[in-house]
């Protein structure tokens, strides 16, 4: 007899659910998503990253240290990511500027994510994101979608991308991401 069986197969799943963020529709059809598994080693950093996060940014970004208890706490950590090949060409705005090659003649900031980037390339980093946490949701695998996680691989060169978030997963009896303080 195999108890608790559930928790070897989480390392699996979470390769599926990066699969469902791989094969979401993408505007004009450039894939600029970029993914990875954390693996077990690389979760301290990524939670210590956090809390130095915290302290460096200030008191409204206590959350962070919370956030990190939580990816401590997970069962396998996925990160999603877009790294921008440019602009849909579409002279749309949404970015901030008149022109596509305003927007991408404009240095850009380094922070914990790199922008101005093109804002249908985070369009498809939301369908992205949205198409992993349902496929969690279909295989019964707790999630929380985290800016934190992701701000943090960046930071610590984890993920090579201009954005990217986390998503810890859990399997265990009570959802562990749902009533935080």
């Known amino acids: 007899m195999i108890l608790n069986p559930e928790s070897?197969?989480?390392e699996e799943l979470a390769k599926s659910i990066l699969l469902a963020a791989r094969t979401a529709?993408?505007?004009?059809?450039?894939?600029?998503?970029?993914?990875?598994?954390?693996?077990k080693q690389d979760i301290e950093t990524l939670a210590s990253t956090m809390e130095r996060l915290a302290?460096?940014?200030?008191?409204?970004?206590?959350f962070l240290k919370r956030d990190?208890?939580?990816?401590?706490?997970?069962?396998?950590?996925?990160?999603i990511g877009v790294k921008t090949s440019g602009a849909a060409?579409?002279?749309?705005?949404?970015?901030?500027?008149?022109t596509c090659a305003e927007m991408l003649?404009?240095?850009?900031v380094e922070v914990e994510f790199r922008g101005?980037?093109?804002?249908l390339k985070h369009v498809d980093l939301g369908i992205a994101i949205g198409a992993a946490a349902a496929k969690a949701k279909d295989f019964c695998i707790d999630n929380r979608v985290m800016y934190s996680i992701g701000a943090?691989?960046?930071?610590?060169?984890?993920?090579?991308?201009?954005?990217?978030?986390g998503i810890p997963l859990s399997v265990t009896g009570k959802n562990i991401f749902f009533d935080r303080k």
């Open 68 to 79: 990190a208890a939580n990816l401590r706490n997970a069962g396998a950590v996925i990160l």
């Open 116 to 119: 101005p980037n093109c804002m």
């Open 105 to 108: 003649d404009r240095q850009k």
């Open 89 to 98: 060409g579409l002279d749309c705005g949404a970015c901030g500027f008149k």
């Open 25 to 39: 529709p993408k505007a004009k059809g450039v894939d600029d998503i970029v993914t990875a598994l954390v693996e």
């Open 152 to 165: 943090a691989a960046r930071v610590s060169f984890m993920q090579d991308a201009h954005v990217v978030f």
């Open 8 to 10: 070897e197969v989480l």
């Open 55 to 62: 302290d460096e940014k200030g008191p409204g970004f206590a």
